[in-house]
């Protein structure tokens, strides 16, 4: 079972994506032993909210479901707690455009949702604006990747209708409410169908429920949301 999840790591250099040491990473993983075993010790399976997988004392609903902050999503599904190993690799997958930490991430988020349960991967886009910057949308290479290994189709099913500032950098869930509300428009044919948002990391959800009010607004059956990593802020 160990090995089966490890084999997800590509063959790479002699350095180790996270702490960049050459002399202890293999020739097969781009991880090294140590990042390896931290990064799989993040892993989020037990000791899980049932509805988001947001960490969770004991067993059930966490705080922010029970007070239903997860509507209108009607499921969350995350790889990994966001620390150590698996918030670097969030970070270079990124800002960094690392190719190898994309599919790290890929493949474990592959393994936790139900494939049968969604019709289709839906990206959370960038600003047109950010996107050029960046180069890429993280969340797309992330769909393409996991839609590799489920057989999901990506839509393109959501874009940015003004520039927002970037979550990351503002405090509060209420003002992150604020700040993506009424930020994104639907468009292609979604009706009808069962839908998965894709994202790097899950806060306060503010963002992955801005999108799901305007994929079900535009016809959309059921939207959930898939993210490689969930901050533990988001009881908050
Ligand atoms: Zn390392
Ligand atoms: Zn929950």
Redesign the pocket.
């Known amino acids: 079972m160990m090995e089966r999840l490890l084999n997800f790591f590509f063959p790479r250099g002699a350095e180790c994506l996270v702490c960049g040491d050459p002399r202890r990473a293999d020739e097969r993983y781009c991880l090294c032993p140590d990042c390896r075993r931290e990064l799989l010790s993040l892993r989020l399976r037990e000791n899980v909210?049932i509805?988001?997988?947001?960490p969770?004392d004991g067993k059930g609903?966490?705080p922010?479901?029970r007070a239903g902050r997860?509507e209108p999503m009607t499921a969350?599904y995350g790889a990994f707690r966001y620390a150590g190993a698996a918030r670097t690799l969030v970070h270079l997958l990124k800002y960094g455009y690392q190719d190898e930490a994309a599919a790290a991430l890929a493949a474990v988020m592959a393994q936790c949702f139900p494939e049968n349960r969604y019709d289709a991967l839906v990206p959370v886009p960038l600003h047109r604006a950010r996107q050029r910057m960046r180069g890429a949308n993280q969340s797309a290479v992330l769909c393409g990747l996991i839609g590799q290994r489920t057989g999901l189709p990506t839509l393109d099913a959501l874009t940015r209708t003004r520039k927002t500032n970037e979550q990351a950098k503002i405090k509060g869930a209420g003002a992150r409410q604020r700040n993506v509300r009424g930020a994104f428009a639907a468009h292609g044919e979604i009706s009808g169908l069962r839908l998965l948002l894709v994202d790097d990391v899950r806060t306060t959800g503010a963002t992955a429920r801005a999108c799901a009010e305007t994929l079900l607004a535009a016809g959309a059956k059921d939207v959930g949301i898939l993210t490689a990593a969930i901050a533990q802020e988001h009881t908050r």
Do not use: I, K
């Open positions: 909210c509805r988001c997988m947001h969770l609903l966490c922010f479901c997860l969350g």
